[in-house]
């Protein structure tokens, strides 16, 4: 190959250089090809593919992001895709189209007029973006919502049809025909901007009424219906393209290609559909009179690339074969170096003949002028009008056909990494979702698909080799890709363009209406546990910055106020959190409840409950309040008490009991004597008591609980003010042991771990011997808090090392070590289930056939009990409901702790990190000044969300359910935000410094 390689150069450039017998210019053209050869083609072809990958990579971010909004379907509406009628999936996922088609046309028509020098009153100057952007927009919103609802209306019109007629997709096909509308009314007004505004553009236009022999007449403001005709015929190709990709995917769909040879057949119809598509458009530009621009090329090149290699793609990696993947991308690597060759070969060829034609030569200077534009840089202005002798015709001819050849390979290797990326993001976000069938004809409803790691790496790895090897290679036989990274930026946004049509396409013909629900769970627990987590970092980086602020009332800057002042304001900061999160908390589970004292039964607002609340406890709160800041005030005075017994940490960890005692216990009462569930209890547990028989409720004499009520209460609230206790406990010994040394930092995080997982293997013991199951609520509240108030301060500790490396190192390792525990603990799980099922009889469960694990654990909840259940059968399914409703809230809580605990960690960098009243990590560390980057975030983050991704739906397959969890999210995320307080008052405590 490489002997037959050197010969195609040596006969392409000899070709080149015949066309020119002169002996005066060979040594001119030997000097240019010696030039050309200097920079390196294996230099320029790295270069080459850095700029290609740049915007391959930015097509698939775009890509992703659309896929991830189209897979949540409407989050307006809090029903999982699988619930949502068909109708208001498909108009949320039009509107998501249509929103990035938009935004993507615009953007690229805006990068158009980016380097045109603008006619302005202070003279001539090019625009921003931005500025360029106000201009577009403006004439363009009418345009905006009139095609915006007439494809909403088109497609929703066509879904309201009978079910029968979904499988013809028409939706898909209309929503595309729309898209020419779309370009049509971009590209008019940006021309037309560019004719009325820019300086070339009045230049174009004079000189062509001067070549008419018009006079020159005032400039239309708005177009007029022949350019928009003119322009919309010329924006068809791509509509076509569109839908010829679109029916082509859907005929795929619909075959069953169970066998080797239906792939093979398939993947063959493909590359040979690819082909036609590009053949068909290099003949057309190839009849052109004037060269057409590169990115014109280009783009008429690229798109049926990645919209019919997207497909293939897509449908060789659903066959959830690694093998089978793997060798597919190796044949489809071969094909594309033979057909790369073959048309190097075609092009070498055809030069030939020209060379044959030749009879008499221009003169020198003409000559190496046209070889100059043939081999460096193609012109898009043709030559011919300076010269009609027949040599300079074919030099245009030559540079014709180098400039095609390099558009179509240019934009051949820049569609197959956006198709790869495409199918990427199909196969992650689409692989196992409720509402998408990727298998075509042969998927069922129970087949879910997946990308392993090591086939994208395989893929892009093979992908890299051919195209840098053969990039080389034409690099040297003179073809030319430097000039198109002049329009590199142009080109990337109209691939995003290309990209956001591909993925429309994908998702239309994918859309099935009997959905799993594998993917909507996981995206909507993940979902779930990050917004809780985002509200209670922001929570705590606003107390964090009141606390840094210190006393708000005085004249004096935060860093000179006296001590005692600082810390009885940092104390009073700390208590009105948490009166005002913990009131919120109770309204958030009084909101659901039906009140009887209304004239007709119904709920309360939440301001209407705040103020009863307020209005039952304000002598309370007063109480309350009143002889927490007098201690507090007592402790501030006496230096010994907050400098080495912290008791400012642990005085108001124990006045958030009272807190919460009054809180809680005003909340039961109203719930007992004002609302219809509480009353209904009140009357089972009398009737069960034989205390009273009479149906009526029983009214409570007083208007305020009692002492035994606020003794139990503030009884059952201690568990939580004890792990809080602890938690500050264990960093305030931490932060006086010197941990200089690694293994000191091992010992810690592993005293860490340790400790945290024995408060929870106690609260889970607790709650496990209790007769009656917990309510999810309480067995969150329980896990979750140890490990919020651990973790966070194990991962300040490490942030406060200011060293990048063992940060990293440290969030790799607490990944693996939480990925490792939470498959331990969901194994654990599955033993203990089979273990109790054995002692019972096999229940009698009508099995979901959806659910195949119920086969091998025998338990599944959860399952649809049959009411012929006897004694022992319905004592082993409870046992089986709370043990995976443990495990359950186990790994929610923990979830939730995890970004809590990180996101708390940044906070208290941010805020006390620069404060000279604060000494974070303790002895641990030696600087009082700290930060950490962005790019720590971000992988820690990073991490975070891999493991939840790969943990959750395992975790779903054996039978943890976390839907449950989601009536309570209001209560929940109120209570995350109280822990995310209590987690800053302890760090502000521990690593406050004495005065």
């Known amino acids: 190959m490489t002997a037959i390689q050197v010969v195609h150069v040596r006969s392409l450039r000899s070709s080149l250089l015949s066309l020119v017998p002169s002996s005066k210019v060979l040594p001119v053209n030997h000097r240019i090809l010696v030039q050309n050869n200097s920079d390196g083609s294996a230099r320029r072809a790295a270069r080459t593919l850095a700029k290609m990958l740049s915007n391959s990579l930015s097509c698939t971010a775009v890509a992703w992001l659309l896929v991830f909004c189209v897979s949540m379907g409407n989050v307006l509406s809090g029903q999982p895709p699988e619930k949502q009628t068909y109708l208001e999936f498909l108009a949320v996922k039009i509107a998501w189209f249509d929103a990035f088609y938009w935004i993507l046309v615009i953007a690229t028509s805006v990068h158009k007029l980016l380097s045109e020098e603008f006619a302005t009153p202070d003279g001539q100057s090019k625009l921003s973006f ?10 363009l919103l009418p345009f905006v919502f009139g095609v915006t609802l007439l494809s909403l209306g088109g497609g929703a019109a066509i879904a309201c049809l009978p079910p029968t007629t979904r499988k013809f997709k028409a939706d898909l096909y ?44 005032e400039h239309r403001k708005s177009p007029t219906r022949a350019q928009y005709l003119h322009v919309y015929c010329q924006s068809l190709p791509f509509c076509v393209f569109s839908l010829l990709a679109a029916a082509y995917a859907h005929i795929v769909s619909s075959i069953s290609m169970k066998t080797q040879w239906n792939l093979t057949a398939f993947a063959v119809a493909s590359v040979a559909l690819k082909l036609l598509f590009q053949e068909a458009m290099k003949g057309y530009l190839s009849r052109q009179r004037q060269i057409p621009a590169n990115r014109s090329i280009a783009i008429l090149v690229a798109v049926p690339t990645i919209l019919v290699d997207t497909q293939l ?52 200077g003409a000559q190496i002028q046209v070889i100059q534009n043939a081999t460096v840089k193609p012109s898009t202005h043709s030559s011919t009008a300076r010269s009609r002798s027949s040599p300079m015709d074919r030099m245009v001819r030559v540079r014709k ?39 075509g004809a042969d998927d069922s409803t129970n087949v879910s698909h997946a990308v392993s790691p090591i086939t994208i790496a395989t893929q892009v790895g093979i992908e890299l080799v051919v195209d840098f090897v053969a990039s080389s290679l034409e690099i040297r036989l003179g073809v030319d890709f430097e000039s198109f990274n002049d329009d590199g930026a142009y080109l990337a946004f109209f691939m995003m363009v290309v990209s956001v049509t591909n993925i429309h396409i994908s998702s239309g013909i994918y859309l099935r209406i009997h959905p799993i629900a594998v993917a909507w769970q996981t995206a909507r627990t993940l979902g779930t546990v990050l917004s809780n987590s985002l509200l209670s970092a922001s929570i705590a980086w606003l107390l964090a910055f009141c606390i840094d602020h210190g006393n708000i009332f005085s004249t004096v800057l935060p860093v000179n106020q006296p001590h005692t ?41 939440a301001t209407r409950i705040w103020i009863k609340l307020i209005r039952a406890m304000c002598i309370h709160m007063v109480i309350a309040t009143a002889v927490s800041v007098g201690v507090g005030i007592v402790i501030a005075t006496h230096h010994f008490a907050h400098d080495k017994l912290k008791a400012d940490v642990y005085w108001p960890m124990m006045c958030y009991n009272l807190i919460l005692t009054v809180t809680d216990a005003h909340t039961r009462h109203i719930f007992r004597i004002e609302t219809v569930s509480g009353q209904s209890r009140a009357i089972r547990q009398s009737r069960r008591s034989k205390h009273l028989v009479q149906t009526s409720p029983p009214v409570s004499s007083s208007r305020r609980p009692s002492l035994v009520q606020f003794r139990k209460v503030f009884i059952q609230n201690l568990a939580l003010i004890i792990s809080g206790l602890s938690a500050g406990a264990f960093v305030h010994v931490a932060s006086s042991i010197e941990m200089r040394k690694k293994w000191e930092l091992v010992l810690f995080a592993m005293c860490s771990q340790t400790m945290k997982l024995l408060i929870q293997a106690t609260a889970k013991l607790y709650l496990g011997r209790r007769k009656k199951t917990p309510s999810l609520r309480t067995m969150a509240i329980i896990v979750a808090a140890p490990t919020i108030l651990v973790d966070t301060q194990l991962r300040t500790v490490l942030l406060c090392l200011d060293s990048k490396s063992l940060t990293l190192v440290g969030s790799i390792l607490l990944a693996i ?45 959860l399952l649809s009990i049959t009411a012929s259940l006897s004694a022992p059968e319905l004592e082993g399914i409870a046992r089986v409901q709370k043990l995976t409703a443990l495990h359950a809230a186990e790994v929610y809580a923990d979830m939730h702790g995890e970004y809590i605990a990180m996101c708390c960690a940044y906070v208290i960098i941010i805020c006390f990190g620069s404060n000279p009243r604060f000494l974070l990590g303790g002895n641990a560390s030696n600087k009082s000044f700290h930060s950490f980057e962005l790019t720590t975030v971000l992988v820690q983050m990073g991490i975070e969300v891999v493991v939840d991704i790969i943990a959750v739906p395992l975790e779903l397959h054996f039978g943890v359910n976390f839907e449950r969890f989601h009536k309570d999210d209001a209560f929940l995320s109120i209570f995350m935000v109280l822990v995310a307080v209590v987690n800053t008052h302890i760090a502000s405590g521990i690593y406050l410094i004495a005065d």
């Open 401 to 439: 056909l180098l400039t095609l050849h390099a558009a179509e390979v240019y934009s051949d290797m820049n569609a197959e990494y956006i198709a790869m990326g495409c199918s990427y993001g199909i196969l992650f976000f689409f692989g196992s979702h409720a509402r998408f069938s990727l298998g």
């Open 817 to 861: 070590a939480k990925t490792a525990l939470r498959l331990v603990a969901a194994l654990h799980m599955r033993h203990q289930t089979r273990k109790t099922l054995a002692k019972y009889p096999l229940p009698r469960i009508g099995m979901h056939p959806e659910h195949k694990v119920v086969k091998h654990l025998r338990a599944q909840s």
């Open 174 to 217: 209309w929503t595309l025909v729309c898209c020419a509308f779309f370009v049509t009314a971009a590209d008019v007004y940006t021309r037309h901007i560019f004719k009325t505004e820019t300086v070339a553009g009045k230049t174009r236009e004079l000189k062509r009424l001067r070549s008419r022999k018009e006079h020159e007449t």
């Open 130 to 139: 931005i500025r360029i952007t106000a201009k577009l927009v403006p004439p």
């Open 565 to 605: 002042m600082f810390l009885t304001a940092k104390m009073i900061w700390f208590w009105i959190f948490c009166w005002i999160f913990t009131i919120a908390e109770c309204v958030a589970k009084l909101q659901p409840e039906t009140f009887t004292t209304l004239e007709t039964p119904g709920k309360l607002s």
């Open 313 to 364: 793609r897509t449908v060789l990696l659903c066959q959830d074969s690694l093998s089978s993947t793997l060798v597919s991308s190796i044949l489809l690597a071969v094909v594309e170096i033979v057909l790369r060759m073959v048309k190097t070969l075609e092009v070498m060829h055809k030069v030939r003949r020209i060379k044959s034609q030749n009879n008499s030569p221009p003169e020198a």
